[in-house]
C-alpha cells in the first residue's frame, strides 16, 4: 500500500500537465502534491459507489489506473512532440531568505511529526470519520457497522467521504494513526503560498509573511488535527490564485485549474458552494471592468460552478440519500426565516469582536489580524495621497477577502447550525493567506519590494570617492591636460 | 559623465543581502520576544522536547491511544473488558447521562457519546437514553465512586424503571 503513497504526487503530476500547467518546480511539485493527495481521496470512495469491496488490492489497482490515466497525454506529448515533462526551472532563493525559511521549517517539522505520531482527539473526527475509516479496513465498505449504532449524538457520519477515506489509505499503508497526510499538505501548501507570495513581493518580506502565516496557533494545530477545514483551506486559497490568473490570462489551464480548485474544495466541505458562488460574483464584475467577452466570462462562471456543483452533489445528496441507510436532510439546516437578516449582522459582529478583534483573537491567530489592519490603514493613506486607483489586482485580492469576510456570516445566516466558536472559526482559515496575498499587492508594499529588489542589485560606486579625496592634483592634471588640447589646437 | 553617478548592476549586491539577513533575524527576534508568539513559540519548543522524549520512550500504540485520550479510552478500555471476562454476547449497554455523572460526581469525567465509545472500546455498544435503540438495552452502566458497573436490565418493566429514573437529567457530550 506504501506504493499508493508515492502514486499521489504523479497523479497530481499527471493532472497538472495533461492541461498543460507549467511553472516553476517547487510550486509545481507542491501543487502537484496537493491535488495528488485529494484526487487519491476519492479512491476508496468511488470503490464505495461502484459497490466493489475497499481493500489493498483494490485502492491500488485504481490507484495505478489513475495514475496511468492522468499520465497518459503528457507521456504521449513527451513521445510524439518531444515536449517536456516538467519544467526543470528551480525558484531563486537568497541568504535572506533563510531566517524567515529557516524557523517556517521548524514549525512545519514538528507539526509534521505530530500528524505522523499523534493519535486525533478532534470530537468531529473521533464521532465519524475516524470509527468509520476502523470499520471500513475491516469489513470493506464505507457503509458498515457504525451505522448500526445509536448515532443521536453526532451527524459527523454525513461529513464529506475525504476524510475517512484518507484515514482508510493511510493506515492501510502501515501508518497507526493515518495522518500524516496533513502534515504533508500543510508542507506542500506553504511552498506553494510562498511561492506565489514571491511572485507579488521582495523574497524578504515574502519569508517573513510565511514566518507570520505559519505561526497562526489555531490554524497552525490544524496541520497536524487533521480535520476537514485546513485541506479545504488549501484547496480555497489555490482556487482564488487561479481564478486571479484566469482574469489576467483568460485560458483553457486557468479555467480547469480554478474548477478543479473549486470543485475540490466543495468536495472536502460541501458549503463552500456558496463562497464559489459569491466568488464568481467578484469574477463577473472585475472581468466585465477589463472588458473581457461577456458571453466567456458568464461561459467561464458557468462551467466553474458546474464543477463545484458536481462536487457538492455527489457526496453531499447522491452518496448521503441513495447510499447511507440513515436519510440526512439536508432542507433542514436551512434558515426557515430568510426574511429576518438580523442573524446576518449579529454574525458579523460576533466574528469580528471575538474572533478577529479582541483577546481570544490574539490567542488564535497571534497578531495576524492586527498587522494586516496597521498596514491596510497605510495603504488607504498612500493611494489617497498617490491617487493610485486603478489597480486590478488590488480590487481583486480586495475582493476575496471581502468574499470570506462577508461570506461566513451569510452562510451562518443561511444555516445556523453553523456555530461561531467552532465551524466559523475554522472557516476563517480560508482568510489569512488571502489577507497576505492581499498586502503583497498593495501599492506601498510593491514600492518598498522594488526599493528593496533595486537596493539588491545597485553596485555601490566607489571611485567619486577616490577621486574627491585628491582634488588638487585632479585639478592641476586636468589644468595641464587643458593647457596642452589648446596648445594643440592653436597648432 | 557624473562620477558621482551609482552605476545599476544585475549583480548581487551582497553587503545588503547581508543587511536583509539582519533585519530579517531582527523582525523575527522582536515579533517572538512579544508576549502572546513568545509563549506560543515556547508552547511548541515543549513539543520539539516531548518529541525526543517519545523517541526514547517508545511507546506502543495502545499507550499513545491512552496517553492522548486519558479517562475517556481508560473507561472504555476497562468496560471491554469487563464484557469479555463476564462473557456476554454482544451486549447494548445504557449510558448515564453526562449530567447525572456531573452532578453526583461518580466519576471524575463524563462518559464519551455511544460512537466514539463504540470506537474506543473496540466494538462496544452503548445507547443513550433519550435514542431509540434505548429499547435494545441489555444493561446499565452505572457509575459510582470512580466506578463503573453492569447492572442487566431483566425486563422492560425494569427498563422503564431505569429511564423514569434517569429522565431529569438531559443527555449531553
Same mark, same amino acid.
Given at each position: 500500500?506504501?506504493?499508493?503513497?508515492?502514486?499521489?504526487?504523479?497523479?497530481?503530476?499527471?493532472?497538472?500537465?495533461?492541461?498543460?500547467?507549467?511553472?516553476?518546480?517547487?510550486?509545481?511539485?507542491?501543487?502537484?502534491?496537493?491535488?495528488?493527495?485529494?484526487?487519491?481521496?476519492?479512491?476508496?470512495?468511488?470503490?464505495?459507489?461502484?459497490?466493489?469491496?475497499?481493500?489493498?488490492?483494490?485502492?491500488?489497482?485504481?490507484?495505478?489506473?489513475?495514475?496511468?490515466?492522468?499520465?497518459?497525454?503528457?507521456?504521449?506529448?513527451?513521445?510524439?512532440?518531444?515536449?517536456?515533462?516538467?519544467?526543470?526551472?528551480?525558484?531563486?532563493?537568497?541568504?535572506?531568505? $533563510?531566517?524567515?525559511?529557516?524557523?517556517?521549517?521548524?514549525? $512545519?517539522?514538528?507539526?509534521?511529526?505530530?500528524?505522523?505520531?499523534?493519535?486525533?482527539?478532534?470530537?468531529?473526527?473521533?464521532?465519524?470519520?475516524?470509527? /468509520?475509516?476502523?470499520? @471500513?479496513?475491516?469489513?470493506?465498505?464505507?457503509?458498515?457497522?457504525?451505522?448500526?449504532?445509536?448515532?443521536?449524538?453526532?451527524?459527523?457520519?454525513?461529513?464529506?467521504?475525504?476524510?475517512?477515506?484518507?484515514?482508510?489509505?493511510?493506515?492501510?499503508?502501515?501508518?497507526?494513526?493515518?495522518?500524516?497526510?496533513?502534515?504533508?499538505?500543510?508542507?506542500?501548501?506553504?511552498?506553494?503560498?510562498?511561492?506565489?507570495?514571491?511572485?507579488?513581493?521582495?523574497?524578504?518580506?515574502?519569508?517573513?509573511?510565511?514566518?507570520?502565516?505559519?505561526?497562526?496557533?489555531?490554524?497552525?494545530?490544524?496541520?497536524? *488535527?487533521?480535520?476537514?477545514?485546513?485541506?479545504? *483551506?488549501?484547496?480555497?486559497? @489555490?482556487?482564488?490564485?487561479?481564478?486571479?490568473?484566469?482574469?489576467?490570462?483568460?485560458?483553457?489551464?486557468?479555467?480547469?485549474?480554478?474548477?478543479?480548485?473549486?470543485?475540490?474544495?466543495?468536495?472536502?466541505?460541501?458549503?463552500?458552494?456558496?463562497?464559489?458562488?459569491? *466568488?464568481?460574483?467578484?469574477?463577473?464584475?472585475?472581468?466585465?471592468?477589463?472588458?473581457?467577452?461577456?458571453?466567456? /466570462?458568464?461561459?467561464?462562471?458557468?462551467?466553474?460552478?458546474?464543477?463545484?456543483?458536481?462536487?457538492?452533489?455527489?457526496?453531499?445528496?447522491?452518496?448521503?440519500?441513495?447510499?447511507?441507510?440513515?436519510?440526512?436532510?439536508?432542507?433542514?439546516?436551512?434558515?426557515?426565516?430568510?426574511?429576518?437578516?438580523?442573524?446576518?449582522?449579529?454574525?458579523?459582529?460576533?466574528?469580528?469582536?471575538?474572533?478577529?478583534?479582541?483577546?481570544? @483573537?490574539? *490567542?488564535?491567530?497571534?497578531?495576524?489580524?492586527?498587522?494586516?489592519?496597521?498596514?491596510?490603514?497605510?495603504?488607504?493613506?498612500?493611494?489617497?495621497?498617490?491617487?493610485?486607483?486603478?489597480? $486590478?489586482?488590488?480590487?481583486?485580492?480586495?475582493?476575496?477577502?471581502?468574499?470570506?469576510?462577508?461570506?461566513?456570516?451569510?452562510?451562518?445566516?443561511?444555516?445556523?447550525?453553523?456555530?461561531?466558536?467552532?465551524?466559523?472559526?475554522?472557516?476563517?482559515?480560508?482568510?489569512?493567506?488571502?489577507?497576505?496575498?492581499?498586502?503583497?499587492?498593495?501599492?506601498?508594499?510593491?514600492?518598498?519590494?522594488?526599493?528593496?529588489?533595486?537596493?539588491?542589485?545597485?553596485?555601490?560606486?566607489?571611485?567619486?570617492?577616490?577621486?574627491?579625496?585628491?582634488?588638487?592634483?585632479?585639478?592641476?592634471?586636468?589644468?595641464?591636460?587643458?593647457?596642452?588640447?589648446?596648445?594643440?589646437?592653436?597648432? | 559623465?557624473?562620477?558621482?553617478?551609482?552605476?545599476?548592476?544585475?549583480?548581487?549586491?551582497?553587503?545588503?543581502?547581508?543587511?536583509?539577513?539582519?533585519?530579517?533575524? =531582527?523582525?523575527?527576534? =522582536?515579533?517572538?520576544?512579544?508576549?502572546?508568539?513568545?509563549?506560543?513559540?515556547?508552547?511548541?519548543?515543549?513539543?520539539?522536547?516531548?518529541?525526543?522524549?517519545?523517541?526514547?520512550?517508545?511507546?506502543?500504540?495502545?499507550?499513545?491511544?491512552?496517553?492522548?485520550?486519558?479517562?475517556?479510552?481508560? =473507561?472504555?478500555?476497562?468496560?471491554?473488558?469487563?464484557?469479555?471476562?463476564?462473557?456476554?454476547?454482544?451486549?447494548? !449497554?445504557?449510558?448515564?447521562?453526562?449530567?447525572?455523572?456531573?452532578?453526583?460526581?461518580?466519576?471524575?469525567?463524563?462518559?464519551?457519546?455511544?460512537?466514539?465509545?463504540?470506537?474506543?472500546?473496540?466494538?462496544?455498544?452503548?445507547?443513550?437514553?433519550?435514542?431509540?435503540?434505548?429499547?435494545?438495552?441489555?444493561?446499565? !452502566?452505572?457509575?459510582?465512586?470512580?466506578?463503573?458497573?453492569?447492572?442487566?436490565?431483566?425486563?422492560?418493566?425494569?427498563?422503564?424503571?431505569?429511564?423514569?429514573?434517569?429522565?431529569?437529567?438531559?443527555?449531553?457530550?
Amino acid at each position: 500500500m506504501i506504493i499508493v503513497l508515492f502514486l499521489q504526487i504523479f497523479i497530481g503530476i499527471g493532472i497538472l500537465r495533461s492541461i498543460n500547467y507549467e511553472t516553476t518546480l517547487l510550486k509545481f511539485l507542491s501543487l502537484s502534491l496537493i491535488v495528488g493527495i485529494v484526487t487519491i481521496s476519492m479512491v476508496p470512495f468511488l470503490l464505495e459507489l461502484c459497490k466493489i469491496a475497499i481493500n489493498s488490492r483494490n485502492i491500488i489497482i485504481l490507484s495505478v489506473a489513475i495514475t496511468a490515466l492522468t499520465n497518459l497525454l503528457p507521456l504521449i506529448r513527451l513521445v510524439r512532440n518531444k515536449r517536456r515533462y516538467v519544467l526543470l526551472k528551480i525558484e531563486k532563493f537568497q541568504f535572506y531568505e $533563510l531566517p524567515g525559511i529557516g524557523l517556517t521549517a521548524y514549525l $512545519l517539522f514538528i507539526s509534521f511529526w505530530r500528524s505522523y505520531n499523534i493519535p486525533t482527539y478532534v470530537r468531529d473526527v473521533l464521532s465519524g470519520p475516524e470509527p /468509520i475509516a476502523d470499520m @471500513a479496513i475491516k469489513e470493506q465498505t464505507l457503509i458498515n457497522s457504525i451505522f448500526k449504532l445509536d448515532l443521536l449524538s453526532t451527524n459527523n457520519q454525513y461529513k464529506s467521504p475525504f476524510l475517512a477515506d484518507l484515514q482508510i489509505i493511510y493506515k492501510m499503508a502501515g501508518f497507526d494513526f493515518g495522518g500524516i497526510w496533513i502534515g504533508l499538505l500543510a508542507v506542500a501548501f506553504t511552498i506553494f503560498l510562498y511561492c506565489i507570495l514571491k511572485e507579488y513581493v521582495h523574497g524578504l518580506l515574502a519569508s517573513l509573511a510565511i514566518v507570520l502565516l505559519t505561526a497562526a496557533p489555531e490554524m497552525y494545530a490544524y496541520t497536524f *488535527m487533521y480535520l476537514f477545514d485546513y485541506p479545504n *483551506m488549501v484547496l480555497w486559497v @489555490a482556487g482564488v490564485y487561479f481564478l486571479y490568473q484566469l482574469l489576467l490570462q483568460p485560458n483553457k489551464t486557468h479555467l480547469i485549474l480554478v474548477t478543479l480548485s473549486f470543485a475540490l474544495a466543495t468536495y472536502i466541505r460541501a458549503e463552500t458552494l456558496i463562497l464559489v458562488v459569491i *466568488m464568481l460574483g467578484v469574477y463577473l464584475i472585475l472581468s466585465t471592468i477589463k472588458k473581457q467577452k461577456i458571453k466567456k /466570462i458568464i461561459l467561464n462562471c458557468v462551467l466553474i460552478s458546474i464543477g463545484s456543483f458536481i462536487a457538492y452533489y455527489i457526496p453531499t445528496q447522491l452518496y448521503n440519500n441513495y447510499y447511507l441507510p440513515q436519510d440526512y436532510a439536508i432542507n433542514t439546516l436551512i434558515n426557515d426565516n430568510l426574511a429576518d437578516i438580523s442573524p446576518f449582522f449579529n454574525r458579523l459582529s460576533l466574528i469580528t469582536n471575538d474572533l478577529l478583534l479582541g483577546d481570544t @483573537a490574539k *490567542m488564535l491567530w497571534l497578531f495576524n489580524i492586527q498587522i494586516f489592519l496597521f498596514l491596510f490603514a497605510i495603504e488607504i493613506v498612500y493611494i489617497i495621497i498617490t491617487k493610485k486607483y486603478k489597480s $486590478l489586482s488590488w480590487y481583486y485580492w480586495f475582493g476575496a477577502v471581502l468574499v470570506v469576510y462577508l461570506g461566513l456570516p451569510f452562510m451562518g445566516y443561511l444555516m445556523p447550525l453553523m456555530n461561531v466558536e467552532h465551524s466559523t472559526k475554522r472557516s476563517l482559515f480560508k482568510l489569512l493567506p488571502l489577507l497576505y496575498l492581499f498586502i503583497a499587492n498593495f501599492e506601498f508594499i510593491k514600492v518598498i519590494s522594488n526599493k528593496l529588489t533595486k537596493w539588491e542589485t545597485t553596485k555601490f560606486d566607489f571611485t567619486s570617492l577616490h577621486q574627491e579625496a585628491q582634488p588638487v592634483v585632479a585639478t592641476a592634471h586636468k589644468t595641464q591636460k587643458t593647457k596642452n588640447n589648446t596648445n594643440k589646437r592653436k597648432k | 559623465m557624473n562620477s558621482n553617478t551609482t552605476i545599476p548592476s544585475k549583480k548581487t549586491n551582497y553587503i545588503m543581502v547581508l543587511i536583509y539577513s539582519l533585519v530579517s533575524i =531582527i523582525c523575527l527576534m =522582536i515579533y517572538f520576544n512579544i508576549k502572546e508568539p513568545a509563549f506560543w513559540l515556547g508552547k511548541i519548543e515543549g513539543y520539539y522536547e516531548q518529541r525526543a522524549v517519545q523517541i526514547e520512550q517508545n511507546p506502543s500504540v495502545e499507550q499513545q491511544l491512552q496517553d492522548r485520550h486519558g479517562f475517556s479510552y481508560h =473507561i472504555c478500555q476497562a468496560v471491554k473488558n469487563m464484557i469479555k471476562s463476564n462473557k456476554l454476547d454482544a451486549p447494548i !449497554l445504557l449510558l448515564e447521562p453526562n449530567s447525572y455523572i456531573q452532578q453526583h460526581k461518580t466519576l471524575q469525567q463524563g462518559l464519551p457519546e455511544p460512537i466514539v465509545f463504540f470506537y474506543f472500546s473496540n466494538g462496544v455498544q452503548t445507547a443513550w437514553m433519550n435514542s431509540p435503540f434505548a429499547k435494545k438495552a441489555t444493561h446499565l !452502566l452505572k457509575s459510582d465512586n470512580n466506578q463503573v458497573y453492569l447492572v442487566p436490565i431483566k425486563d422492560s418493566t425494569h427498563l422503564h424503571q431505569i429511564l423514569e429514573f434517569y429522565k431529569s437529567y438531559p443527555v449531553s457530550l
